[in-house]
Every structure is written in structure tokens, then in C-alpha cells.
């Protein structure tokens, strides 16, 4: 082999190649090799046959090779092959060679022509090999066959993708000689993942199925579509000699015959055959070892220090130790606490950023679903009439009793809302936070079950303490309260007048809102930036606020809820005018649009605080009584309603703010903060109680399963750098023949010179043939006219001119035919 010291390096790269392919990470490392690529019927099957002597592989017609088989041929005294998956057999009849291919295809991909990217491990050991590793893979098809699916191209594809693209990975590219070589699958694959033509072997077969009278000469001299690494010729046995049982010793022979006395192609006779492609291969595959064993070496390091902490867990596992167990439970009820208690606080770095979760969506929940509720249901009573069987007094404290009544609903609602929220967590503790615990299902479940129960079992006497506070407030009217407003300021309806203008100023809410109801013909729905006072709601053009389109009063204006359509995705409600006028210029309502509904009840919420109430189902009518009911009264009357109004009015403020204050501190005391000290001091107790410890730490068969797989991994990769640690580096390599014109591999060009000049020129006149490349500089040579080629008068003239940086300079050949 002319590099002694480095023969042992395929065999090397072998163990490597078996130690990952036995825990399925073969394809996952980019190890050394070369791949075998081309169209069916290529001859691929039929050349690394030639490598063994042996007739061993499947053959037939449309897809015989359908799983890669990566071949390991070794120089050994006697001859016998191995599969890694039948390890310590040995097989001497490569006839149970061929069957043991074809049954282990089909028991993965099925009998009917299916195809699958796992591969098949074969070593032939035989005295007639150089150490070589190749993988055969599929040839490239069109047209799928039996139950093949119809993108079974595309299949085909994405498996020797698997294996192409991979730097490390030479390209055995095997085209016919008996058809267009522009057309080659395998020079096409090559151009698109080596377009520099670094990794590329060309292999011409079929050279004596050549119509009478033409020739490959021009691709095996490496002047039509150039190859770095230049192109080999070789020829196999045809069908019939196939089919005749023609020894394969014998075909050498004739294939040897061929090359020496085909007039075409002796000159070239040294270069060319089987033999010579299997010592070139043998040459560039380890020279090709020792150029990339630095940068594997790195990334194997790389990949067992990422493994190596877990790994360090697993190396004394046991799986029935029952201090083990012990230790596990402490450490997954510690951490489940810890979870739980970051994702109420917010803090942590499980926190999900696209939503809001739990204590984000609890204290929304406290501060702005609560009180919407809570003063959706408190507003209108302006139906109320006063007549002379109830004094004042009875009036308000009637009215003020049974709006009271009415908070018991939305309190009661606003727990159920926690509860939800508490259990979504949990759920999100248990199966999202901890890793480790996803190791242990049945005790993710109990513990998830136990959890979930006691806050079940908090919530009757969460919600016992709520009517309690209603009940509480329904007791005892505190008409002496500091805030409230008192009979004799009741009457004084301008006091409230000016302190609404005083608050009419401060914003409420600002963002963006969509006017939903704008007709097509006047511009369509439109995004407006909103602004929200006690007094008005504005509209700019956008966020800067300094183009003003609309101001509309709030006074008079009533909420309700409209259904989208089903062309829109967001959610829509209308403001509306109690006195049946036009809200926005001539539309009766405005109807306003957001993207979810939680920004629905964000805007719902701040209405309410400007004073503009949702519509009630009676609210038409009522008001309307109402409003005509006191034009007819007189105008004491009126007034005592309207002290009564005021009174009410303040008296539910006081309240309202005392139950928003009062219930968020309920429920985090008897429901949250009760259900952390829970988690941190019974649940250990009641995992316990449960049942059978065994059975409750009996770890997932995924776990298990990952566990034996990194360690095989770790000891895989422990093995492959100790391997590559014995290996000298100091050898003698081959450097790698010089550049070529690779214009035509490169995606995008259609051939030509790379930095100009005339490119290939073809003349033809009085029967000969005149084929030159002037000055391609950025080709071969530095300039000098290149390549010439001259037929005339039934002789062949071949030269190459004063290439300054080529082969040589002025080497000349000629044949006289």
C-alpha cells in the first residue's frame, strides 16, 4: 500500500463503526467511509462483488438493495463474513450470505419492495481484500413498485442524504458508460453535497456495453466533467454471465483483457479495473481517516463530557436499592414543593412567556375578573320607585340588602376561578416542571391525585368563609362609616357633578382597538389607539396620540356583547346610547374588536370604572319605566329618590371595596398559602400512607430504557477515543491530486471556463476535430492554450502545451490508429 504505518486505520475505524452501530447510533456519528451512490442497475452491486470475488449480494429487478448494507472488508488468511447482528457466527457459503441479506431486509422493511435507513452491519474477512468500509446504499428510482409510496423517490433521497452530506464521507459515484453521464443520479447527487469535488470518486462500469464505434475516453482521462479525484474504469459481468455462474476470478482476467487491448483505453490499462479501484479506494479512504481523526477526535470529547454528569448517575444505579427509593421521594416531593411555589410567586425559569400562568393568571383573576363581575352585578336599580308606604330609610336599606345578596355569586364564582387555576398548576408541576419526576409516573400520579384533593377539600370551607363575609355585611348597616356619603350630602348632586370632573381627566385605560362596523365603502375595519377617562373615549391615529380622530362621551352610553362572524377571529363588543341616539356619526352603535377575550375583559373592566354598564336582559324596559315614572312624579319625590340613589350608591363603594380587599386575603390564606404548607409538610406523609412504596418508585420503561442507552453510549464513546488513541498520526500521507476545472459541479453555472477565457471550443472541418480551452485561468494551469485534441487522416494527436502549474510542461502523447 506504500504507507505501512497506517494500515491498521480502517480496521480502527471499524470497531468505532461496530461499538455505535450495536447501541443504533450509526447513522447519528460521522465516522469515516465511503458510499456507494448511482441509479439501478448502475453496477454498484456487481463492483463491490468484484472487491470480494464473491457472488454475495441480492439481485433482481427495481429495488434489490433496500436498506444500506455497510460492507467491512478485512485482509485476512482465511475467508468467511460475519453480520453484527448474528455476532459469532460465521458464514463460509456466501450463497447464506446473499439469503441472510435478503431475510434481515425483509424482516424491517417487509416483503414488498419497502425500504428503511437502518443498516446492515456485514464483515467479509478473505486473504483477496484490502481493508476497505463502503456502505452500499439504494439506487436513485422514479417510479415506485408494489406497496411502495408514491414519494418513494423522496425516500430515497432523504436516506443517502443521511450519509452524503456528512463531511467525513467519501463518494463512490457510479455511472454507466452506456448512457449520458450529464445525466448521471449519482454525478447529480455529488454536485449538490460536494460542489467543490473534494469527496467525489468517479466510477465508470459498463464500459464494453458502449455502442460500436464510441468510447469513455474522454471521462476516464478526466477531461469531460473533471473530478478531483479523477474517474476509474471497470467491468463487470454481464446478466448472461451472471446468470452462467462466470467466476468472478475469471471476469477479472477478462476485464484486465479488455483494458490492454481495447485501443481506447490501453494507454490508460494501468489505471483502470477493479484491483486499481480497490488500492485507490483503500489509499484515499485512509489518507481521507487521517486527515479527519483530529476533528473527530474533538467532537467524540465533546459528546461524552455532554453525557458524562448524567452518566455519572446511572453508574452505580440499582434499581431495587431501597435507600435509593427513599432518597428519590425526598428529592421529588423537595422539588415539587420548590415548582409550585416558583410558578404561584412567578419566579423561576419554568415560567411560560407566551401565556400567562399560575399566580399571573390568579391575580388577574383578584383584579380584574373579580371586580368585573363584582359591579356587573351590582349596577342598575334605578328601577326602584319610592312610594308612600317606605320612608327613606327603609328604601335604601332594602335596596343596599339586596345587593349585598347579590355578591354572594360572583364570590363564589371568583373561588371556583382559583380552584381551576390551582389544579392547572399542580397538573403543569407535575408533568412539565421536573424532569426527574417524569421518571416516576405512578408517583407524578399520586402525588398529583393527593394534591388535587385537598384543594378540592379546602374549597367548601374557602367558600363558607366567603358567605360569611357577605353575611357580615348584610348584618349590620354601618351608616356612620367614614366614607359614606350621609343623608344630608346625598341631596347634593352637584358635589358629585364636580368630583366627577375632577376625576373626568385621568386616564383609565389606553390600547389598541379595532372599529369593527366601519362599512367597506368607507375604509373597512380599522385599528385606532383608544383612550378611556371617566369622562370620554378617545380614538388617535395611533399611539402617539397627537392626531385625534373622534372624543366621544361616556354619559348615557350602555355595553353590550356582539357575536363574531364567522369570517372574523376576534372578539367584538358594542357601546350603544340609552336615549336611542347615534353613538359615531350616523351608526347607532360602535362596535369595538380584540384579539382574545381576555382583553375583552380588560376593556369591560375599565368601562365599568367610567361608569358605562353592561346591558341587562330587563334593563330596557325598566329604565325606561323608570325615566317615565319619575318625568311623572313630582319633584319632591324625585328627589327622594334620587337621595336614595346617592345613598345606595355610596354605601355599595364601601362595601364593594371591602369585599374586593377582603376576598383575594380569604383565599390565599385558606386556599394557596394553605396549600403550599400542605405540599410542604403532609404530602411526604400521605405518599407514605398511600400505599406500596415499591410499586410507587417503580421507574418508567422510557426511563429505563434512556438510562441503558447513555450508557452504552458513554462506554461507545470511551471505546472509540481510546481507539483512536492508539492510532499514530506521524504517518506518511498522500496529498491530494491537484484541482480541477469544477465549474460544472457547482450549482448555478452551465459549464464553461471559471475566470473566463473562450471555454471549450469544438471545430469540426474536413472530417477532424479540433477541442481546446484557451487561457482558463482558475483551471488547471496558469494559462497556455490547455488542452488540444486533433483527428485527421485517421491519426490522433494529444497535447498538452506549457501548463505552467499542471501535469508538467509540454507533455506530449501520441497514437497512431
Known amino acids: ?257 479488455f483494458f490492454l487491448t481495447h485501443p481506447g483505453y490501453r494507454h490508460l490499462a494501468e489505471r483502470m479495473g477493479t484491483p486499481y479501484l480497490q488500492k485507490t479506494l483503500n489509499q484515499q479512504l485512509t489518507n481521507h481517516i487521517r486527515d479527519t481523526l483530529p476533528g473527530l477526535r474533538a467532537k467524540l470529547q465533546s459528546q461524552l463530557l455532554s453525557i458524562e454528569k448524567e452518566v455519572e448517575e446511572y453508574k452505580n444505579f440499582r434499581p431495587d436499592d431501597p435507600s435509593r427509593k427513599t432518597k428519590a421521594l425526598l428529592q421529588m416531593v423537595q422539588q415539587f414543593s420548590v415548582d409550585f411555589e416558583k410558578r404561584i410567586e412567578g419566579s423561576g425559569d419554568q415560567i411560560d412567556t407566551a401565556e400567562l400562568s399560575g399566580g399571573a393568571r390568579i391575580n388577574r383573576i383578584f383584579h380584574e375578573r373579580f371586580p368585573f363581575e363584582l359591579v356587573k352585578v351590582c349596577v342598575p336599580y334605578r328601577t326602584v320607585c319610592v312610594t308612600g308606604l317606605f320612608t327613606p330609610d327603609m328604601a335604601f336599606e332594602t335596596i343596599v340588602k339586596r345587593q349585598i345578596g347579590k355578591i354572594k355569586e360572583p364570590c363564589q364564582k371568583c373561588v371556583d376561578m382559583v380552584i381551576s387555576e390551582l389544579v392547572n398548576t399542580v397538573r403543569q408541576c407535575t408533568q412539565k416542571c421536573s424532569d426527574k419526576l417524569a421518571q416516576y409516573p405512578m408517583l407524578r400520579e399520586e402525588m398529583e391525585k393527593i394534591v388535587t384533593q385537598h384543594i378540592r377539600d379546602r374549597e367548601s370551607r374557602t367558600k363558607d368563609q366567603v358567605m360569611l363575609l357577605i353575611d357580615i355585611e348584610l348584618a349590620y348597616m354601618n351608616t356612620n362609616h367614614e366614607d359614606f356619603i350621609g343623608f344630608a350630602n346625598a341631596q347634593q348632586r352637584s358635589s358629585q357633578v364636580a368630583q366627577k370632573k375632577q376625576t373626568g381627566s385621568k386616564v383609565i385605560r389606553k390600547g389598541w382597538l379595532t372599529i369593527n362596523n366601519i362599512g367597506i365603502m368607507k375604509g373597512g375595519a380599522k385599528e385606532y389607539w383608544f383612550v378611556l377617562t371617566a369622562e370620554s373615549l378617545s380614538w388617535y391615529k395611533d399611539d402617539e396620540e397627537k392626531e385625534k380622530k373622534y372624543m366621544l362621551q361616556v354619559d348615557n352610553l350602555r355595553l353590550r356583547d356582539v357575536e363574531k362572524s364567522f369570517m372574523s377571529s376576534k372578539q367584538i363588543f358594542a357601546l350603544f346610547n340609552t336615549e336611542q341616539r347615534n353613538v359615531y356619526k350616523d351608526y347607532r352603535q360602535l362596535e369595538l374588536a380584540c384579539e382574545s377575550q381576555e382583553e375583552i375583559d380588560g376593556w369591560k373592566a375599565s368601562f365599568l370604572r367610567a361608569g358605562v354598564y353592561p346591558e341587562r336582559s330587563d334593563s330596557g324596559d325598566g329604565e325606561n319605566g323608570s325615566d317615565n315614572l319619575m318625568h311623572s312624579m313630582d319633584p319632591q319625590l324625585e328627589r327622594q329618590v334620587e337621595t336614595i340613589r346617592n345613598l345606595v350608591d355610596s354605601y355599595m363603594a364601601i362595601v364593594n371595596k371591602t369585599i374586593r380587599d377582603l376576598m383575594p386575603k380569604t383565599i390565599m390564606y385558606l386556599m394557596i398559602n394553605n396549600t403550599k404548607e400542605f405540599i410542604n409538610a403532609e404530602l411526604l406523609a400521605n405518599l407514605y400512607h398511600s400505599g406500596d412504596q415499591n410499586s410507587l418508585m417503580e421507574e418508567s420503561q422510557e426511563q429505563a430504557h434512556h438510562r441503558d442507552e447513555m450508557l452504552r453510549m458513554y462506554h461507545a464513546l470511551k471505546e472509540a477515543l481510546n481507539i483512536i488513541g492508539d492510532i499514530s498520526t506521524t504517518t506518511i500521507t498522500t496529498a491530494m491530486p491537484p484541482p480541477v476545472d469544477d465549474s460544472w459541479l457547482r450549482p448555478g453555472r452551465a459549464g464553461g471556463s471559471e475566470n473566463g477565457g473562450e471555454g471549450w471550443k469544438e471545430v469540426n472541418c474536413s472530417g477532424g476535430r479540433y477541442c481546446t480551452n484557451e487561457g482558463r485561468a482558475g483551471g488547471w494551469g496558469n494559462g497556455g492554450e490547455g488542452w488540444k485534441e486533433v483527428n485527421c487522416s485517421g491519426g490522433r494527436y494529444c497535447t498538452n502545451e506549457g501548463r505552467a502549474g499542471g501535469w508538467g510542461n509540454g507533455i506530449i502523447i501520441k497514437n497512431a490508429i
Open 1 to 257: 500500500m506504500g504507507n505501512r504505518g497506517m494500515e491498521d486505520l480502517i480496521p480502527l475505524v471499524n470497531k468505532m463503526q461496530d461499538a455505535f452501530s450495536a447501541i443504533g447510533q450509526n447513522s447519528q456519528l460521522d465516522l469515516p467511509q465511503i458510499a456507494v451512490v448511482g441509479g439501478q442497475s448502475a453496477g454498484k452491486s456487481s463492483v463491490l462483488e468484484n472487491f470480494v470475488g464473491k457472488d454475495f449480494l441480492p439481485r433482481g429487478s427495481g429495488i434489490v438493495t433496500r436498506r444500506p448494507l455497510v460492507l467491512q472488508l478485512i485482509n485476512c488468511p482465511t475467508e468467511y463474513a460475519e453480520f453484527l447482528h448474528c455476532k459469532g457466527k460465521k458464514f463460509t457459503d456466501f450463497d447464506e450470505v446473499r439469503g441472510e441479506i435478503e431475510a434481515e431486509t425483509d424482516r424491517i422493511t417487509g416483503q414488498n419492495k419497502g425500504i428503511s435507513p437502518v443498516p446492515i452491519n456485514l464483515r467479509v474477512y478473505s486473504p483477496h481484500v484490502l481493508n476497505l468500509t463502503l456502505v452500499d446504499l439504494p439506487g436513485m428510482t422514479k417510479v415506485p413498485v408494489g406497496d411502495q409510496p408514491a414519494d418513494i423517490e423522496q425516500q430515497i433521497r432523504d436516506m443517502l442524504y443521511q450519509f452524503v452530506t456528512k463531511d467525513n464521507c467519501l463518494l463512490l459515484a457510479v455511472s454507466p458508460a452506456n448512457s449520458d453521464l450529464a445525466n448521471s443520479d449519482a454525478l447529480k447527487i455529488a454536485k449538490e453535497v460536494d460542489p467543490q469535488g473534494q469527496r467525489t470518486i468517479g466510477v465508470i462500469t459498463k464500459l464494453d456495453l458502449m455502442d460500436e464505434g464510441t468510447d469513455a475516453r474522454e471521462i476516464l482521462e478526466n477531461k469531460l466533467l473533471p473530478l478531483r479525484r479523477g474517474y476509474i474504469g471497470v467491468v463487470n459481468r454481464s446478466q448472461k454471465d451472471i446468470d452462467g455462474k462466470k467466476d468472478i476470478t475469471a471476469a477479472m482476467a477478462a476485464e484486465r483483457k
